[in-house]
């Protein structure tokens, strides 16, 4: 059975840090790229970055690219972003998932405010 568990979301002020952690089971981790997605309340979920299998390879949304890192370790089925310089445009719920799959996680949720 595949889980996926997004952790590390919490509360920070603007300009503060949070990494997020995604573990997952149930399928073979480090043969899937994994990509971080946000849904902000009303707004449609959009993907923010990916990381690959291939050298780690990562892309990034340009409303991240530069305060974000996506990273990976496959010994502990787990992937992260890290998260520097939070502003008040990036509260949501984080989700990852694994592509090419159906699976995600519950999220976490990520708020801003001073």
């Known amino acids: 059975q595949v889980k996926i568990v997004e952790s590390g979301g919490g509360l920070v002020q603007p300009g503060g840090s949070l990494t997020l952690s995604c573990t997952a089971f149930?399928?073979?981790?480090?043969?899937?790229?994994m990509a971080w997605y946000r849904q902000a309340p009303g707004k449609e979920r959009v993907e923010i970055a990916t990381?690959?299998?291939?050298?780690?390879?990562?892309t990034y949304d340009e409303s991240v690219k530069g305060r974000f890192t996506a990273s990976r370790d496959n010994a502990k089925n787990t992937a992260y972003l890290q998260m520097n310089n939070l502003q008040p445009e990036d509260p949501a719920v984080y989700l990852c998932h694994p592509r090419p799959t159906n699976f995600w996680g519950q999220g976490t949720q990520v708020t801003v405010s001073a």
């Open positions: 990381i690959g299998t291939i050298r780690d390879l990562q």
């Open positions: 149930g399928y073979p981790f480090s043969d899937f790229a």
